[in-house]
């Protein structure tokens, strides 16, 4: 049985799993670092990268002992290579390659997006090719997945990342970061149909977004409203934002669904929702609903393997290494790293 460690540390996530090719979880440590950047609002690099270091040690040991595995019994190491914040890709890379240089075992530069649009293949059997929405704090993209490694990118975002939309709309109502699930909260108690949000693009015939100008919206809508701090406002605006946002995505998804049966006539139709905010329950039964009408299976990775995590680094280091796609020693860390690159 193949194992893979995996070392995942490119945003404020410090996180090593052992996974086997026979989809088994041997452990998943994360040590979020919420705590740290919480008293500034958001993730402070340097702060991210200083506290990596800090933990990142005991991090694999913690998951070397839940794993139960020996060291030798570890047949490759895994590391996010990129897209993050370098300070913390270069903690991980550097750790990795030291793991893999005293072992002598294989390394593996992964893309950290690669990690979330393979993890619904840990949890689910899906075949190659599926259409991905990758929705996260830095990204918003539609991918054709071809196969590991070969993806082809239907349409982005012009500007910010939804979960960055997520969480600036909770910074503006008050809320704690990190913002996305702390607004899906406040929606649970509030009248999604209360404001009507724009949806800009959703007229024109393509699968690319723009989120800024619906946080703009609701900024100027929490403007209007006099008793700021009220409750309710807060989780009316939470949940008229959250609809209008999972509205769009439904809007653009089918878009991107007729793309991908252009591209692969022939093929089963798997629709995978991928990232951080694939955490969002409301965003999720609105694109479960989405692939009935429009004749795709949905699949989303568990709630827990949403968010960053090592466990998604670990398997894509899977994928990569059954197909001999290992990495010389010299690779470097990347801050940029676009999946069809
Ligand atoms: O994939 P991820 O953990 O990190 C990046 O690669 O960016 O995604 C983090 C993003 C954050 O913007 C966070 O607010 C958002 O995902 N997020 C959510 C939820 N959980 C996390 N957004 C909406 N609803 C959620 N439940
Ligand atoms: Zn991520």
């Known amino acids: ?21 026979s989809k088994l979880i041997l452990s998943n440590q994360i040590a979020s670092q919420i705590a740290e950047h919480q008293q500034y609002g958001g993730v402070v690099p340097e702060v991210a990268s200083r506290s990596h270091m800090r933990h990142l040690d005991k991090l694999i040991d913690l998951a070397m002992e839940e794993s ?18 370098i300070g913390g890709v270069i903690v991980g890379v550097m750790y ?6 005293v072992l ?35 990204h918003t993209q539609f991918l054709a ?18 979960g960055e939309a997520f969480d600036k ?9 990190p913002g996305g699930p702390a607004l899906e909260k406040k929606a649970l108690n509030g009248n999604a149909d209360r404001f009507k949000f724009p949806k800009p693009l959703c007229n024109v015939k393509n699968c690319n977004f723009s989120f800024s100008g619906l946080k703009t919206a609701v900024k100027r809508e929490i403007e209007k409203i006099e008793e700021k ?11 008229s934002f959250q609809k209008t946002a999972a509205e769009i995505l439904a809007v653009k998804t089918k878009q991107a669904m007729n793309e991908f049966n252009l591209l692969f006539p ?6 995978v929702l991928s990232g951080g905010v694939a955490a969002n329950k409301v965003i999720r039964d609105n694109l479960n609903s989405c692939c009935k009408e429009v004749g795709f299976k949905f699949f989303a990775p568990p709630i827990n393997l949403c968010g960053d995590n090592a466990a998604m680094i670990a398997w894509a280091g899977v994928e990569r290494y059954r197909l001999g796609l290992k990495d010389e020693m010299n690779f470097q860390p990347r801050s940029r790293w676009s999946l069809d690159s």
């Open 1 to 21: 049985m193949l194992k893979v460690l995996g070392i995942e540390t490119s945003c404020d996530e410090t996180a090593v799993s052992v996974v086997t090719d």
């Open 68 to 85: 139960g595995c020996g060291w030798q019994d570890i047949d490759a190491v895994a590391v996010t290579a990129g897209p993050g914040l």
């Open 96 to 101: 990795a390659k030291a793991i893999a240089s």
């Open 104 to 138: 002598n075992k294989p390394i593996i530069a992964v893309n950290h997006l690669e990690g979330h649009a393979l993890t619904a293949r840990l949890t689910a059997d899906i075949a190659f090719p599926f259409l991905t929405l990758l929705v996260s704090g830095g």
């Open 145 to 162: 997945v071809k196969n590991v490694g070969e993806y082809k990118i239907l349409g982005t975002t012009i500007d910010d990342a939804l």
């Open 169 to 177: 709309t909770a910074k503006i109502l008050g809320l704690e970061y």
């Open 229 to 239: 701090g009220v409750e309710k406002n807060i989780c009316d605006v939470a949940a």
């Open 266 to 271: 022939n093929y089963t139709k798997s629709f």
